[in-house]
């Protein structure tokens, strides 16, 4: 780490060749996406070419993972966060986050993303982490519809806990490895429908194969960034700066810096 002029620390260790965004990340499909441009917002692209920008500390944004259970909420997050993928199935119990580091345009940004029990012995715990989220995913099994008519409901319950119009949603099919590229497409049909209706973007992935997984997160962090740099930019007037938004605070010493990867686990038990 590295003192900055205000007292605040940032992390000075480079970030993983591989999570670094320079371009911006394109949809999975153009009747299912919530922006459709290829490119940085200008101001945002602007920001990011300032020093201040650069080294104001590491941005957050809090990522909700929610759907039924056994759709495959926890092997898409270890797919992209730990690149493997467990064929055993073990209910996620309560919560678990991992943090997830990220360089966009040359500046730190982290998802902190939360994997939710999908049973509903554990609902109640795991709703009581859904508020402050940036991105909320709704994953469902492309392999069993019942759980695509659910997300519905699961939309519902994490925008209780949230404002409608500070959150990106995603609906995310899992499983596609399972399935005929005839069944895939009638299906996707109906996702991109429901979407639609949810305002939401839609991503057809596996991770088993990791197929779409890595391109599908990409996305995830660009949207959440811009969003929250424009966020910032929008409330930057005459007392705050980029980053005074979701900023994390480190001074130095503290047990405050989440390390990178690090996994907490939190349940009712
Ligand atoms: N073939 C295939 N199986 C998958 C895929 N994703 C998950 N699975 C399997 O589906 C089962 C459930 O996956 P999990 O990720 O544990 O499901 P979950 O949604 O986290 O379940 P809960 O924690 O109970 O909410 C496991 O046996 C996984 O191996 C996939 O992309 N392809």
Known sequence: MQEMANGKMHFSAPVSKDRI???????????ACLQMKDHWHTRVKTACQDRTTRNVGMKMSKVVVVGDLYVGKT???NRFCKDMFDRDYKATI?????????ELSGVPYSLQIWDTAGQEKFKCIASTYYRGAQVIIIVFDLADIRTLEHTR????????ENDPGSCFIFLVGTKRDLLSSA?????ERDAVKMASEMQAEFWSVSSKTGENVREFFFRVAALAFEGSMLRDLEGAGSHSHIGAGD????DQGTAEEPKAKSVKKLSCC
């Open 21 to 31: 965004i320079s371009k911006f990340p394109k949809w999975y499909t153009p009747q």
């Open 75 to 77: 092997c898409l997050i």
């Open 94 to 102: 309560g919560v678990d986050f991992e943090i997830e580091r990220f």
């Open 153 to 160: 409901q699961w939309l519902q319950e994490a925008m209780r």
């Open 183 to 187: 069944e895939c497409h009638r299906t």
């Open 247 to 250: 900023l994390i605070r480190i």
